[in-house]
């Protein structure tokens, strides 16, 4: 077997190696360590992509036991997006960690712990991304939860170790609930492939109610998981309460990362109407969220408050593909795309805002949005990273946020399911109004009223990086499109063995 045809196994390996290493590595060795790593997925990550759009999709059978037995890799074109995504903004988060964490006290946050639980997370994304097996989702799950409650409450203090609290006790009620739902899948079935599993239940039989409520189980966790409103009770308190680079990772890949196997197992892996009003129901509580989180965030006055209120918003755009799945190949291929290129831009662009927002936190020594006034005259790039990702969140041209939701309410127009579009609409003009608040505040004020902190950090070019890129990542729509057709949450796609 081909180095290419390796990809999924070695992305998944590299990383776990790099977690072992950072363990046992000096204090002084592991972020060196964590870096290299962080080139080696990128990389990789490439790679993957390149291959799949030269080969199309195909499986890798780990240690040579095919499913239903073993456990496939499946590596298509959703797939490498979302690891290209996870190599991408890790790569930034681990960059701008080096500076954050090193310029403390080497005892504090956790340790020195951060390096190893960042690594095991990064491994357990990429496995959740690639896997084919309902069962070994959950596996990632368990993973992706336990590193990131650790490094949600790695600060150490009460605020933290509350919010740690709270994400774990959603962690664990939405892993058993999955495991419950998968034992009633495969007691119906007597298999946990995607693929095998989609032709098993699109012939029915007489396990198909429960089968249902398996499926029904599993996803009501992830949509726990993904913190999509009303679960997402858990996200404010424990983004805003990590340390910077961990809020950067948690909003931009670990709810994108349960989106995905979401996304899997009700479009990929379950037949259209399986499961009776699913996709309408997740369609209405994504419009919920993106009005529900918007007006939270207009509220806030803590920045990072402000930013994870916007994650609850920004997620529910994700959810409208559901609604518009069973009307037909070209509505669906809108679609689909759409949500990829708004998943994609997004976790640039809040990986960028969590950064900025977490500097500007550190020059004014307050998380207070009041006492940053006059923030553009000390902060200027700061100040234009928040700008410029604010323009992405409201979908304006030419930010990638402008073209999902126009390939989004397109899809909803051109069925007559009108309604969606003005979901869209709205969101994009409640996001203006929250944007333009927090700029508002960051543009007012006399600069010799202003007492910001010193900042041991001067990282400011890589967040208005990563806003830059979620800016212009509209131009990626193509190739983003092009990946969605290749898999099979597609008609068209084929998984090749």
């Not at 946020?401 to 127009?413: N, P």
Request: hydrophobic share 60%; with cysteine; net charge neutral.
């Amino acid at each position: 077997m081909s180095l290419g045809a390796q990809l999924p196994a070695l992305l998944v390996l590299a990383p776990l190696a790099a977690s072992a290493l950072t363990f046992i590595a000096g204090r002084n060795v592991d972020r060196y360590v964590a870096l290299g790593c962080a080139v080696v997925n990128t990389a990789l990550a490439v790679a993957l992509a390149a291959r799949v759009l030269d080969v199309g999709a195909w499986r890798y059978e780990v240690g040579g036991w095919g499913a239903p037995l073993g456990i496939d890799l499946v590596a298509d074109g959703p797939a490498a997006l979302f690891v290209l995504l996870v190599a991408v903004v890790g790569l930034a988060v681990t960059v701008f960690a080096t500076a954050y964490f090193h310029r403390d006290d080497p005892n504090a946050y956790g340790n020195g712990h951060f390096w190893t639980l960042w690594m095991f997370m990064w491994t357990s994304l990429n496995g959740l991304c690639l896997t084919g097996d309902a069962f070994n989702v959950y596996v990632c799950l368990e993973l992706v939860g336990i590193s990131a409650v650790g490094l949600a409450a790695l600060k150490g203090d009460a605020r933290a170790l509350r919010a740690g609290a709270r994400y774990l006790f959603a962690n664990m009620l939405a892993a058993m609930t999955y495991l419950l739902g998968v034992a009633l899948l495969y007691s119906a079935t007597a298999n946990l492939d995607m693929a095998m599993l989609r032709v098993v239940l699109a012939e029915g039989g007489p396990g198909e109610s429960g089968a249902a409520v398996g499926i029904a189980l599993m996803v009501a966790a992830l949509v726990l998981k993904t913190a999509l409103v009303p679960a997402h009770f858990w996200l404010p308190s424990a983004h805003s309460a990590a340390p910077t680079p961990v809020s950067a990772a948690l909003s931009a890949l670990v709810v994108k990362g349960t989106y995905f196997a979401l996304l899997r197992i009700v479009l990929g892996m379950t037949p259209p109407g399986f499961v009776p009003g699913l996709n309408v129901l997740l369609g209405v509580l994504g419009a919920v969220a993106i009005i529900w989180g918007s007006i939270q965030a207009l509220l806030q006055t803590r920045i990072k408050q402000f930013v994870a209120y916007s994650t609850v918003a920004q997620i529910g755009y994700l959810f409208i593909v559901f609604p518009l799945a069973g009307a037909g190949a070209d509505v669906m291929s809108l679609a689909l795309g759409g949500v990829l290129l708004h998943a994609a831009t997004h976790g640039l662009a809040k990986s960028g805002l969590f950064m900025a927002a977490g500097s500007l936190m550190d020059r004014f020594g307050t998380d207070d949005l009041n006492r940053m006034r006059g923030a553009a005259r000390t902060a200027p790039v700061l100040t234009m990273t928040v700008a410029l990702a604010g323009v992405t969140m409201m979908g304006l041209p030419p930010s990638g946020g402008f073209g999902s939701k126009f390939q989004l309410a397109t899809a909803s127009i051109s069925t007559g399911q009108w309604w969606w579009a003005v979901a869209l609409g709205l969101g994009g003009l409640l996001a203006a109004a929250y944007m333009f608040r927090v700029l508002a505040i960051m543009l007012s004020g006399p600069a010799d009223a202003l007492a910001p902190a010193d900042a041991a950090i001067r990282l400011e070019w890589l967040p208005l990086g990563l806003a830059l890129a979620a800016l212009f990542f509209v131009f990626a729509a193509p190739l983003v499109n092009e990946l969605a057709a290749i898999g099979p949450l597609l008609a068209s796609g084929a998984v090749t063995p």
